[in-house]
């Protein structure tokens, strides 16, 4: 189960930190991420974080300002967002999905989400 929470109302330029707790996950099994969605539009990729050496690749939009992290002894992962901007607007959706069915970070990251397993309900971001 995947609880996401650190989502809400920030101006344009502000920085907000989301946080996923994941029961049942164990970092080293799984890879993790982070999607988001806008009413009327398909769910999009925005971070990926792949077991083992740690890699973590980004949207190409939001490379710099976006950052995926983990921490084992909380089984929680983060994303870290700088920078924000009106279209950052969106409902934030942590993922995570057994290491075995992880797939290049391409695929993880289109849009659609499908081949992750497990996700959260969302938190949800506005950006004025």
């Known amino acids: 189960q995947l609880v996401e929470s650190g989502g809400g109302s920030v101006q344009a330029g502000g920085s907000l930190r989301l946080s996923c707790a994941a029961s049942?996950?164990?970092?080293?099994?799984?890879?993790l991420g982070w999607f988001r969605q806008v009413p009327g539009k398909e769910r999009e990729g925005v971070a990926v974080?792949?077991?083992?050496?740690?890699?973590?690749f980004y949207r190409e939009l939001l490379k710099g300002r976006f950052t995926i992290s983990y921490d084992h002894a909380k089984s929680a992962w983060y994303l870290e967002m700088r920078n924000l901007r009106p279209e950052d607007t969106a409902m934030y959706y942590c993922v995570a999905a057994p290491a075995l069915t992880c797939v290049t970070s391409d695929r993880a990251l289109a849009a659609g989400g499908t081949g992750w397993h497990v996700w959260g309900r969302g938190t949800q971001v506005t950006v004025s």
């Open positions: 049942g996950i164990t970092y080293s099994n799984y890879c």
């Open positions: 974080r792949y077991p083992g050496g740690g890699s973590t």
